[in-house]
């Protein structure tokens, strides 16, 4: 593969996050990095390659979605908000039991689209159709953590053989832009002895791990009490209800050592006292879908507590199954929305730790901290460009509450969507 060409990319607001606004900013690259950030007299002189002016327009980095279902894209709208999060569940089995291959392969491209048409250049996504890798990697420009999901139910099902053959496949994809790696569903839909051989093949290959971790009432109720609706219904499934009633899921994730700097917990709605601090101590990272939590009415996200205790939190789209339609309008992945949604919740964050929240959190979350999410010296050249007018005072203001177009998407020093200039 040729190496891209050096650019210079200049713009009347440079956002890097690393450092403060720059007004009449440039951007140089180089081999698909980053070699300079800074203002433009100061770096004319070192410009490499065609200088693009591109004029009135923020340019920062490219967004960070740290947990998504790019599977079910095409779900969006399929699903009117249930009673329950039990019956939301029910109800996406029955509807993914009716897909083909070309269906979830459709829905993974569409979803891809709509994140890098909404600025996204990196998405940690939970793959449930793993006979789609790596095909659908080679669609797409972004830079795809493909978690490959993992559920055990049924006391019959041996965990050894499927953490042996999702462990083989990992292995045997191509390491490019994008990766692979796993994600045990949740604690309701695991057992102890799956996650420890997955705890040990992550750890050995030094894989970052993912979860849904304490999302809903009704899974926190089942594993802290063993009993309520979920529990009813798994055990009623076949699931071996040994490690109910035994912590919370949190407390159950510490005691099987599943907790460390590459862990993602993802949702973390429902906490016991103290658990934020496990999170913390192990530094393991959160991730909030904001638009699902409102789909679901979760109570409120604990994001004080997680933050008082030094949680890296972050945010991710999650799937557009489980996300409320505007109106007649289906929802599409777009973490300006999750952040506009997070903003309605949460309005006192000053405007950088914001966008952290989508940028370099997210990038920690995934284990690519300084890599991408920031635009820094030797990071990736991943970047975004929004049409609009602002000044470095009030760009990151203009940015959350206004959200600007898209009008320009470079990863890896490539433009996968060419600006207009």
């Not at 191509?174 to 002895?193: M, Q, V």
């Not at 030094?310 to 777009?334: Q, Y």
Request: hydrophobic share 45%.
């Amino acid at each position: 593969m040729a190496r891209p060409r050096p650019v210079t990319c200049r713009a009347r607001v440079v956002l890097p996050l690393a450092q403060p606004a720059i007004d009449d900013g440039a951007v140089l690259v180089s081999g698909g990095r980053i070699l300079a950030v800074g203002r433009w007299r100061d770096l004319q002189a070192h410009a490499v390659g065609p200088v693009v002016d591109l004029g009135e327009v923020i340019l920062l980095p490219g967004l960070v979605n740290a947990h998504c279902h790019l599977d079910y894209t095409d779900m969006a709208g399929a699903i009117p908000p249930r009673k329950s999060f039990l019956s939301w569940v029910e109800a996406i089995i029955a509807l993914k039991a009716g897909w083909s291959y070309t269906d979830f392969a459709q829905s993974w491209l569409h979803g891809a689209r709509q994140l890098l048409e909404h600025g996204c250049t990196t998405v940690g996504d939970i793959e449930a159709v793993p006979e789609l890798l790596p095909e659908v990697w080679n669609t797409t420009p972004l830079r795809v953590i493909s978690f490959l999901e993992l559920i055990s139910v049924r006391r019959r099902q041996r965990p050894q053989l499927l953490v042996g053959r999702m462990e083989q496949l990992v292995r045997s994809l191509p390491r490019g832009r994008s990766r692979a790696a796993l994600s045990p569903h949740a604690l309701y839909t695991t057992n102890p002895e799956l996650l420890q051989l997955v705890r040990d093949v992550a750890r050995r290959a030094r894989w970052p791990l993912t979860m849904h971790v304490g999302e809903s009432a009704l899974e926190f109720e089942m594993l802290r009490h063993g009993r309520g609706a979920m529990f009813d219904w798994l055990q009623k499934n076949g699931r071996a209800m040994d490690d109910c009633g035994a912590g919370s899921p949190v407390q159950q994730l510490a005691a099987l050592r599943l907790l460390n700097s590459r862990f993602l917990a993802v949702h973390a709605n429902h906490l016991e006292p103290g658990d934020a601090g496990l999170l913390a101590k192990a530094g393991s990272s959160v991730v909030h879908c904001p638009r699902s939590h409102a789909y679901f009415q979760h109570q409120a996200f604990p994001f004080a507590e997680l933050r008082a205790a030094g949680v890296n939190v972050c945010l991710g789209t999650d799937s557009l199954a489980s996300i409320n339609k505007a109106g007649r309008r289906l929802p599409e992945l777009d973490l300006f929305a999750e952040l506009r949604q997070f903003v309605g919740q949460f309005p006192d964050l000053a405007p950088s730790h914001l966008f952290d929240l989508v940028t370099r959190n997210a990038a920690t979350a995934l284990g690519l901290q300084g890599r991408v999410g920031v635009l820094a010296q030797r990071a990736h050249a991943d970047l975004i460009v929004l049409r609009a007018e602002a000044s470095p005072t009030n760009a990151m203001e203009t940015v959350i509450h206004s959200t600007p177009p898209v009008a320009g998407v470079m990863i890896g020093g490539e433009w996968a969507i060419e600006p207009l200039c």
